[in-house]
């Protein structure tokens, strides 16, 4: 199956630096990635959807100035935290998919954790 | 924003039992997933079910669809002790550009 890798795989940070995590498809090509945050015991929440070549579609309530994304190549996105803090701390999780797929990948996963 | 609810939230059964969990959802869907998480790592693909199907089966997972009722089921049988996990249903919304809304997810604990 399609494989998705995220790296850092976790990160601890003080709080006001800025965080960079990268997502990448290893071996299909990813025409959309999508970025998730999970809180402890909870389910996945949306935070943005991005093409490659455009701009994100962030969903509401998520601030785009703080959550900058940028999907520059057809398998690799990243996603960068700035001005961090300590309410940031989640874990975050990619997904892609290829052309018309209907299964999104899932990668590892990067714990956040801002001090 | 969560579009659907799983019930149970957590389900302690013995190895051997069969788990079922359920989701509701909704809206119209193109499709609907299965995901199951272990603690703490990403997301592992079970099985997609479009909504044009009522059943599928994937080795000893069977999932049910019924569109009327915008209801799934998860069916895992003879678990295993490595079936602990969280389970999520996501839907494909239609019209939503592929994007999937989760779950709120069920924690199975399968006892040896």
């Known amino acids: 199956g399609a494989v998705v890798s995220q790296h850092p795989s976790r990160v601890i940070c003080k709080s006001g630096t800025s965080v960079k995590i990268e997502c990448r498809s290893l071996?299909?090509?990813?025409?959309?990635m999508f970025w998730y945050r999970q809180f402890p015991k909870q389910s996945l929440m949306l935070m943005a959807t991005?093409?490659?070549?455009?701009?994100?579609?962030?969903e509401q309530g998520v601030e785009k100035d703080k959550f900058l994304i940028n999907h520059a190549s057809l398998t690799l996105s990243t996603l960068t935290v700035t001005s961090a803090h300590p309410e940031d701390s989640s874990f975050y999780i990619c997904?892609?998919?290829?052309?018309?797929?209907?299964?999104?990948?899932f990668g590892p996963g990067t714990r956040l954790l801002v001090l | 924003s969560q579009q659907g609810e799983e019930d149970p939230q957590a389900l302690s059964i013995q190895e051997g039992e069969n788990a079922t969990m359920n989701c509701s959802y909704k809206t119209s869907i193109n499709n609907l997933q299965w995901y199951r998480q272990n603690s703490g790592r990403g997301l592992v693909h079970l099985i997609l079910i479009r909504s044009n199907e009522r059943e599928k089966h994937s080795g000893r997972l069977r999932v049910t669809l019924d569109t009327s009722k915008k209801s799934s089921s998860l069916l895992i049988t003879a678990s295993r002790a490595a079936d602990t996990a969280s389970y999520f249903c996501?839907?494909?919304?239609?019209?939503?550009?592929?994007?999937?809304?989760f779950g709120s997810g069920t924690q199975l604990t399968v006892l040896p």
């Open positions: 991005s093409n490659e070549g455009s701009k994100a579609t962030y």
């Open positions: 997904s892609a998919s290829g052309p018309g797929g209907e299964t999104q990948y």
């Open positions: 996501a839907t494909d919304a239609r019209g939503s550009a592929r994007q999937l809304t």
């Open positions: 071996d299909f090509q990813a025409t959309t």
